[in-house]
């Protein structure tokens, strides 16, 4: 296995005290450490900044991260901090209403501050056992056969079996293990930020509506308070570690909107480009890749933080029945193999967004012709189906639609499915009320409701909640158990 700077002995290995050490307490960190506990993994998370970021920038949880938060337990505490909106308007800020019929008993957007994400999602990863640990930056390590040595920037050194970079798009673990990142570097950049503004509401309204047939990179949205969220095209693409400042917004709004709106006593400002990179390999041998650190892309759609979250609910179980000794030979492989195509397919879709925001005659008449199309409902259907990823179908072979994809979550005996869900374990889900999960009920729980709603007889649900069989046929789904949850216990 490859070593990365600085050097690290054979002699200077610590002993092993960790399962795994998690580079990176944001969210995706926090939801692998969770996922990681739920199954008795000893897990470290390292943060390199020493105290949370005192910013509160709003995001979106879309539909399918929200219905993780309910497969965890976790949702009555989201909910109560965040605020809803429909699941309407993402794609390339298209004003269209919420699409019908969609399928999930969670079809809306959740509002939330970002710190409030991380530290639910962190006191979670704690209570479950995980260790947190701040002002711990990796400065290098080495990877042999059987686990890995960290070494902070201070010189200790830990050992565990294995280590994954949450640690953003600048991601030090990405670059430590020599993985590409290619793809597009900014090309324009975009200011964000929460001040408070001088002038009415009212004139505010009318002069972004005005600026918005024309600038889609260009918002004023009131807060609360007197407080505006403020979005507008920069003068260039600088680099992004420098925060911009109240006269940037300044000299900005006034370079597009005519006016400075009286913005003062800013909360926080940022800026964001549109670079859009994906790693190459999520995984060499024991470290692997998760969130920023994989992929990076513009926010338009909201999708980033939502796409880590995802990453993380996908790797956590995967990653746990490697360190528990249960998983098959090519489990862990599978992590790679769902979710890059699906961090490929973000990328693409907010290219195209982006395209979409453009101000040149081209890309305008395009947005005209896609603001008609997704007037047809199951135009709007798809692309909110796609923003909010309960349309992702992983690719298990062949077989009915609904294999692959995630269950929503139906009604069950004594209540709704994802409750069932709670512990991290898969769950054969089974109308007939004949079949088991025999030698692999130490990971598979098992739930004989012949009045479940569903079409199928069957379903056996990976612990992320997605479909892995369908049918009534007791070694059909011995053969799919091994498949996904390895040899049986007796």
Known sequence: MPSHSPQVSGADRAPLMFDVIIAGCGPTGAMLAAELRLHGVRVLLLEKETEPASFVRIVGLHIRSIELMAMRGLLDRVLENGRRRPAAGFFAAIPKPAPTS????????????????????????????????????????????????????????????YLVGCDGGRSTVRKLLGVGFPGEPSRTETLMGELEVGVPQEEIAAKVAEIRETHQRFWLRPFGEGVYSVVVPAAGVSD??????????????????????????????????????????????????????????????GQGLNLGIQDAFNLGWKLAAQIRGWAPESLLDTY??????????????????????????????????????????????????????????????????????????????????????????????????????GGWSDRVDHLADPAAALDVPCVLLRPDGHVAWIGDDQQDLDDHLSRWFGKPAH
């Open 102 to 161: 969609l399928d999930s008993r969670h079809a809306y957007l959740l509002g939330i501050p970002q710190p409030v994400v991380v530290d639910l999602l962190e006191s979670h990863a704690i209570e479950l056992g995980a260790q947190v640990r701040r002002g711990g930056a990796v400065a290098g390590f080495e990877q042999d056969d059987e686990g890995v040595t960290v070494v902070l920037a201070d010189g200790e050194r830990l050992r565990a079996r």
């Open 240 to 301: 992004r570690a420098e925060p911009p400042t109240l006269e940037d917004f300044r000299q900005q709004l006034r370079a597009v909107a005519g006016t400075d709106f009286g913005v003062h006593s800013p909360r926080w400002l940022s800026r964001f480009g549109d670079a859009t990179r994906l790693a190459e390999r999520y995984r060499v041998g024991r470290v692997l890749l998760a969130g920023d650190a994989a992929h990076i892309h513009p926010p338009t759609g």
């Open 336 to 437: 790679q193999a769902e979710r890059h195509p699906v961090a490929e397919d973000v990328l693409d879709n907010t290219r195209a967004q982006m395209e979409l925001h453009s101000t040149e005659p081209g890309p305008r008449a395009v947005r005209r012709l896609l603001t008609e199309l997704m007037d047809f409902d199951e135009v709007n259907r798809y692309l909110i189906e796609k923003i909010t990823a309960i349309g992702i179908r992983y690719d298990f072979g062949a077989g009915p639609d609904l294999l692959g994809r995630r269950l929503p979550d139906i009604d069950v005996k004594h209540g709704h499915l994802y409750d069932l869900l709670r512990r991290g374990r898969g769950l054969l889900l089974d109308r007939t009320e004949r079949l088991t999960a």
